[in-house]
């Protein structure tokens, strides 16, 4: 048998792809419970482990639309929600497709994104997603930072750092993120509405059909948005033997038939949606979308 | 540059091969201190961890002789100190040879081992190292199990598992283990005397020339040792497509330029000696000699 094919089927056969639950009367892992689940590299959730938080508990729209009544903010905008993920370049060819990035007042921006979702929108509009990582949460958004916990303490305890990056994102359904993973050991909190999560563990990548992908930036421009290179000196870079490429997940379990490798099959995607007060652990080097 | 070579290079300049001496005043880690060990996968070692074992502070040559004067153990013999280790077996090519295994009384066993150590036996004298691994402790040598401790705290409760063996060896420096690695974590206390310990992280595979060996065993026989293939029934299995070979590393840290891969010099092995009451963290997978 094929040896990767027999890695991913054993690894599925032992590990199953149901994410693990914490008690969900809210109780916080212990650090050593915590590092357990980083050495093994896996994922859980603790339904209503961020119940406490004074931002799970007074937010609401009308609640942020005061408390960042006079914020300008960075929001990333693309035509169909895709921000970040393999699209269709200009010349045919599959590209990847970096938003448009624009500095927008909070309140309008937090009307547009709720219009959007109640369907008061034309099908056709701009999907608006704030999505900076830049540790926004203590820069861009610092009047609301004391509205959660400033660190997650049994990870801060376990790992023996300080969080590197604390980020808000402000979206609506239509904000689609593509497969992609990150090395960096993450817990997110959901404060609003769900989010809906698909996992596949770091064996996975033989699934993934990672392929080196050109980076475009989307531009608006003549009332619609043009997909542009992004590099200022491309042709110097491709003479240098840079064609300012990134390796990017092709496969995506939710079209399972598209792009597949021939071990696609074989991966387990474990899905996960989390409510308002729901904590996840993504392991790093996790793919997620 | 080769990506198995720049892994290689990067792993060791951000790690080195200088092993973590935690506080020499024989504090044992706590279980979460352990466990960012175990999920960073690298060894350690606390002198004097195991000072207060009763072993420690009680055994001797003449202690074991009296304590185990009516016991059976079993041995493994080699005629030069290397068992379980790639040897040239009778048709000229490298084998996997394991040893001839008899019980013997143990004082007269522990007074063999001492002899050679002394130099009082000739230099062809035959090796032999009690060597068992079937939790011995527990069984074998059950009536010393009390001079040690049960379990170690740190590991038990952070890994919650109760030990899956406890072995006690014993032999003298003519014993050398060959690179090897196993699927479990492992502490190492030091009772008696010293062992020289060469570690390799489990990123090393592509250095270590693994290679398909067919299984021998020694047998003692007309005053010498034979090397005899292993299964009863050798043609039957070579029919079925199962060879009865092992993979096995056929390079060595200690003579790095035999049977050397294109990647075995960006090795840089992790060496410790371990002295009585010092006690080693070998994580599951590391290549150990």
């Not at 790992?159 to 969080?163: F, G, M, N, T, V």
């Given at each position: 048998m094929d040896p990767i094919a027999e890695l991913l089927t054993s690894y599925f056969e032992l590990n199953g792809n149901i994410i693990d639950e914490l008690d969900d009367d809210g109780t916080e892992p212990s650090p050593l419970e915590f590092m357990r689940y980083v050495a093994r590299n896996t994922p859980f959730v603790v339904r209503?482990?961020?119940?406490?938080?004074p931002a799970v508990q007074t937010w609401s729209m009308s609640f942020l639309r005061k408390a960042l009544a006079e914020h300008i903010v960075n929001v990333a905008v693309t035509p169909n929600g895709y921000a970040d993920a393999p699209t269709i370049g200009p010349d045919g060819e599959v590209i990847f497709a970096k938003p448009w990035e624009e500095d927008q007042a909070f309140p309008e921006f937090l009307d547009y994104v709720v219009q959007q979702e109640k369907g008061q929108?034309?099908?056709s509009a701009e999907t608006r997603y704030a999505q900076t990582q830049n540790d926004n949460l203590r820069h861009e958004y610092a009047s609301v930072f004391?509205?959660?916990?400033?660190?997650i303490p049994f990870a801060r305890i376990a790992?023996?750092?300080?969080?590197e990056a604390i980020n808000l994102w402000i979206g609506n359904s239509h904000s689609v993120t593509a497969m992609h993973r990150d090395n960096y050991e993450n817990i997110y909190v959901q404060v609003l509405g769900q989010k809906h999560f698909v996992l596949l563990p770091p064996l996975c990548q033989p699934c993934v059909n990672e392929q080196p992908l050109r980076q475009y930036n989307y531009v608006r421009a003549d009332g619609g948005f043009h997909l542009i290179p992004e590099a200022p000196d491309a042709e110097e870079q491709v003479k240098a033997g840079d064609d300012n490429s990134v390796p990017f997940a092709m496969w995506d379990p939710e079209a399972p038939?598209?792009?597949?490798?021939?071990?696609?099959?074989?991966a387990e995607p474990m899905r996960v949606t989390l409510n308002p007060g729901d904590m996840l652990y993504l392991p790093a080097m996790w793919y997620v979308s």
């Open positions: 209503r482990g961020a119940a406490s938080w929108l034309d099908a004391s509205h959660v916990y400033k660190d790992l023996q750092r300080e969080p038939g598209k792009n597949e490798t021939q071990y696609s099959r074989l």
